[in-house]
């Protein structure tokens, strides 16, 4: 089956002009995107990312002793990346003399989940 198409020769557009209209437009306002890219971004590392999953699921507070045998780098390597994590909102932490004991804010995912299944 032949399709006989009409063609016309380019047109030079003129200096800001839009070569086309958007198809679709962002939902996302750009302040939830960047919230939105940071915890993505936290979550990018496959450290960080087993890291929220071992304290999704632990029922309290994880001691960062705790989490340091669970992965094949030093102490000072988990801590960055649950710094990493705080800075995103992901996780929390409390002192207790020494040590530092982590968990997951319960909503901290939840935008950016939302967003996802949407």
């Given amino acids: ?24 437009y962002p939902d ?3 302040q ?7 915890v993505a971004k936290a979550l990018g590392d496959p450290i960080r990312l087993q890291l929220v999953d071992v304290l999704r699921k632990h029922a309290g507070k994880v001691c ?34 020494l040590w530092a004991y982590y968990y997951v804010h319960p909503d901290a995912l939840e935008e950016f989940q939302h967003w996802l299944i949407r």
Avoid: N
């Fill in 1 to 24: 089956m032949a399709v006989d198409l009409q063609l016309s020769p380019k047109q030079k557009r003129g200096a800001g002009e839009p070569c086309c209209e958007p198809v679709v």
């Fill in 28 to 30: 996302v306002a750009r």
């Fill in 32 to 38: 939830q995107a960047e919230r939105m890219a940071a």
């Fill in 64 to 97: 960062v002793c705790e989490l340091t045998p669970l992965f094949d780098v030093g102490q000072p390597t988990v801590s960055h990346h649950l710094k990493v994590l705080r800075r995103a909102g992901i996780v929390d932490s409390e002192r207790q003399g």
